[in-house]
């Protein structure tokens, strides 16, 4: 009987070798290949990190989600048996060179990173050259609930492929930030998340019933977020209102007691994103130093 690398591996080779399941799925092979920035991201700056993947596993990977395979990005230590785990949920660019860098980065602090694809069902961000092309083509199209599910499917291969998801954590960016706060309210297994710039509230729709400020109740796991006092997409009153969410469940939930949100001078929206003019090397540094004593305080490192 095959493993499932070995399942993956030949899957991999049909995606790249011809015929109709590679006809379908050559654009995400091609995004999540290139090993490039997105092309909506704008001019990639010169203080980009390369994060080397020296003492590392990091390859791409199929996940099953049930209806479909999914791909993704994970690297984890080459030499540390069954590390803790961490899904990275990306900005709105989906998995590409930043995203890949920043699985590295948590990768060498010792964590089985993984970023996922999550975009796929709806087709590969990389493809559109503005911003507005991917929300209208892209992100109106998510589903909050498949989402969960999909990242779900991520942990379950996580586990049989190494990582402790004993000790499991998300994080996310923008888009990405906003689902780690749903995940962290989704997911009675996430010890921690660290939400990067992820908008608190919104409009319910269909596809998006609740927002991260109707969750603060909810919340399985303490939630480090991480703002800029810039950020014009996410008005400071959105973060009060989030706080004040949370002191109001914090006295029957230890989780929103423990959530912690830090917002940081001079940054704005997608600060962290080395590659981007909105970059804060302070900022940035500063932040990601939290979000790792955040991970060692809840045991996961």
Request: hydrophobic letters at 45%; charged letters at 20%; proline letters at 5%.
């Amino acid at each position: 009987m095959q493993d499932q690398h070995d399942t993956d591996s030949e899957h991999l080779k049909a995606l790249a070798g011809g015929g109709k399941l590679a006809a379908d799925r050559r654009t995400v092979l091609k995004g999540l290949t290139a090993g490039g920035f997105a092309m909506a991201a704008g001019p990639v700056l010169s203080e980009a990190i390369t994060t080397p993947s020296t003492g590392l596993i990091e390859d791409r990977v199929l996940v099953n989600v049930g209806d479909d395979d999914m791909f993704a990005y994970r690297a984890k230590p080459a030499h540390k048996k069954h590390p803790p785990v961490i899904v990275v949920v990306p900005e709105i660019f989906g998995v590409h060179a930043y995203i890949e860098d920043v699985v590295r980065r948590f990768a060498q602090a010792g964590f089985y990173a993984m970023a996922p694809d999550i975009f796929f069902r709806h087709g590969e961000p990389g493809q559109y050259a503005t911003v507005a092309e991917i929300l209208q083509n892209v992100i109106s199209k998510m589903d909050d609930a498949q989402v969960m599910q999909d990242l779900d499917k991520c942990v379950e291969f996580a586990a049989g492929d190494g990582g402790n998801t004993g000790q499991l954590a998300v994080t996310g960016f923008c888009w990405g930030g906003r689902i780690t706060w749903l995940y962290s309210a989704h997911n009675p297994m996430v010890r921690a998340g660290v939400a990067w710039y992820g908008k608190l509230v919104g409009p319910a729709t269909a596809l998006t019933p609740k927002q991260p400020v109707d969750l603060a109740a909810d919340l399985k796991a303490p939630v480090l977020g991480l703002y800029g006092a810039e950020d014009t997409s996410i008005p400071l009153n959105t973060i009060d209102d989030m706080r004040a969410a949370l002191a109001k469940a914090a006295p029957a939930n230890a989780n929103a007691a423990q959530t912690h949100i830090e917002v940081f001078a001079n940054a704005q929206h997608g600060f962290h994103a080395d590659y981007r003019n909105t970059y804060n090397s302070t900022a940035a540094k500063q932040a990601y130093n939290q979000a790792l004593q955040f991970l060692r305080r809840r045991g996961l490192l």
